[in-house]
Every structure is written in C-alpha cells, then in structure tokens.
C-alpha cells in the first residue's frame, strides 16, 4: 500500500526578463535542507548551485534554469522562499562609522520583506550596441553559470577576465550582411574581436553589465548609538541568502 503524500499548493509568477508565466511550488524538508547544507559550505558556487536545482525541483511549469538570466533566477528563489518559508526575514545592519567599542551597539536588527525586493530596469540600458562602421554586437544576459565563474574570479588579469566574461555573454555580431552567432564560431575569434576594440568602444559593452536589471529592495535605518541616518539598497541574492 503506498503512504499518502502532502499536496502543496500551487503558485504563479512572472519572470522579469521574458514576462512569461511561471508555476511553481513552496520548498519541501528536502529543499530546505539541502539549502542549509549550501548555506553552511559559505561557498558561493555551492548555493548557486542549489538554488538552480531547488528551482528545478519547484518548478510547475518548463523552464530550462541553465538559460534563465541571473537576476531571474534571484528573483525567482525569492519568491519561493517568501511562499515557502515566509515573507519576511530579520537582517542585522551595521553603522558605517567605526564605533571601536560601541560596535555591538551599533548594530541594527530590521524584518525586510522578500516580496518588496524587485527586478529594475535601467532606462539607459542596451543589449543591442553599434561599435564601428556597420558592425554591432548584441549581448545577453549572463546566467548562473556565468554569474560562478564571476564570483570565482578565476583570472588574476582582470582584462582577460571581463573579456572571458563578455565572450560568455554575447549573443551575435552584425555586419550590413551577416549575423554571426558566437556558439557557432570558435572562442577565440570573439576574444581576438574584443581585443581588437578601442577603449571607447569597449566600454559601450561594460556598460551592458553597470546598467543590467539587479534584483534589489531599499532600506533605512538609524544607528541607535550616534543617530546616523543609512539609506542602502540590498542588491542580488547573497544579501538575502
């Protein structure tokens, strides 16, 4: 005889970056703990990595997770957890004045709602940008993949490690005749393309990164020791983890 299971019920969002419709459920025991094993690791690649699969395990509705932008997948885990575990956390801020003794002191406890934390857009924000000529590039979002390879900054270089980054990122390059898919040509022709650009032109592409959507919520809060007032805004996942 089989044992009767819990049916969980069922909730929709809509994900930031496409507004599609998306089904999913609250998290399990084996979801939470499976997070609070990732969460004790203190590894960033480690709970990224079960975030992806805690959404996968969650999901009601097809969704491929390894092509989800990363700011969906943020926005997305939250919205799990604010269904699943509850909406609203305690988080302790710190005053930006050194206190030296009086530093426990100056410590604020605030309950911050995951569902005021949202996806903004930057009005001045491009994926499709002119380089020279006729010739253009269009970029996509980076992914959780991408996002890991960010955190674990694997290149001592920094240069070399954006353009690894952008590389990731690039959808195609555009001429008046031809569209050129990255995932069809070889890495290192669009690493010699974006070696090739003058620093004009590479910054128009890092300005695809500074202006991208970021999950994020606003806070305020005042140091009960000196009485400054801090406006911040808590930005991407970790803060929330």
Same mark, same amino acid.
């Given at each position: 005889?089989?044992?009767?299971?819990?049916?969980?019920?069922?909730?929709?969002?809509?994900?930031?970056?496409? !507004?599609? =419709?998306?089904? +999913?459920?609250?998290? @399990?025991?084996?979801? %939470?703990?499976?997070?609070?094993?990732?969460? /004790?690791? %203190?590894?960033?690649?480690?709970?990224?990595?079960? @975030?992806?699969?805690?959404?996968?395990?969650?999901?009601?509705?097809?969704?491929?997770?390894?092509?989800?932008? =990363?700011?969906?997948?943020?926005?997305?885990?939250?919205?799990?957890?604010?269904?699943?575990?509850?909406?609203?956390?305690?988080? @302790?801020?710190?005053?930006?004045?050194?206190?030296?003794? &009086?530093?426990?002191?100056? *410590?604020?406890? !605030?309950?911050?709602?995951?569902?005021?934390?949202?996806?903004?857009?930057?009005?001045?924000?491009?994926? *499709? $940008? =002119?380089?020279?000529?006729?010739?253009?590039?269009?970029? !996509? #979002?980076?992914?959780?993949?991408?996002?890991?390879?960010?955190?674990?900054?694997?290149?001592?270089?920094?240069? &070399?490690?954006?353009?690894?980054?952008?590389?990731?990122? $690039?959808? +195609?390059?555009?001429? &008046?005749?031809?569209?050129?898919?990255?995932?069809?040509?070889?890495?290192?022709?669009?690493?010699?393309?974006?070696?090739?650009?003058?620093? %004009?032109?590479?910054?128009? $592409?890092?300005?695809?990164?500074?202006?991208?959507? /970021?999950?994020?919520? +606003?806070?305020? #809060?005042?140091?009960?020791?000196?009485?400054?007032?801090? %406006? !911040? #805004?808590?930005?991407?996942?970790?803060?929330?983890?």
């Amino acid at each position: 005889m089989t044992l009767p299971m819990n049916a969980t019920p069922v909730y929709t969002l809509e994900i930031p970056s496409t !507004k599609k =419709s998306f089904k +999913y459920r609250p998290f @399990v025991v084996k979801d %939470e703990k499976a997070l609070l094993i990732a969460q /004790q690791s %203190e590894s960033i690649g480690v709970m990224l990595d079960t @975030v992806k699969e805690v959404i996968k395990s969650c999901a009601k509705s097809d969704i491929d997770v390894e092509k989800l932008a =990363s700011f969906d997948v943020e926005y997305i885990f939250l919205q799990m957890r604010a269904q699943s575990v509850g909406e609203i956390v305690e988080l @302790v801020f710190s005053c930006d004045i050194d206190h030296g003794e &009086d530093n426990e002191k100056a *410590k604020v406890v !605030k309950q911050i709602n995951l569902l005021d934390a949202k996806v903004e857009f930057s009005e001045s924000h491009q994926s *499709k $940008i =002119s380089l020279f000529e006729n010739v253009g590039i269009a970029m !996509k #979002y980076p992914n959780i993949e991408t996002l890991k390879k960010l955190e674990a900054q694997l290149s001592e270089n920094e240069i &070399d490690q954006a353009i690894d980054i952008m590389v990731d990122c $690039i959808d +195609y390059i555009y001429d &008046d005749e031809e569209v050129f898919q990255i995932s069809e040509q070889p890495k290192q022709d669009a690493v010699d393309f974006l070696n090739n650009l003058t620093s %004009e032109q590479f910054t128009r $592409i890092q300005k695809f990164f500074r202006t991208m959507p /970021q999950l994020r919520v +606003y806070v305020d #809060y005042t140091c009960p020791v000196c009485g400054r007032e801090h %406006e !911040k #805004y808590m930005e991407g996942l970790a803060s929330f983890f």
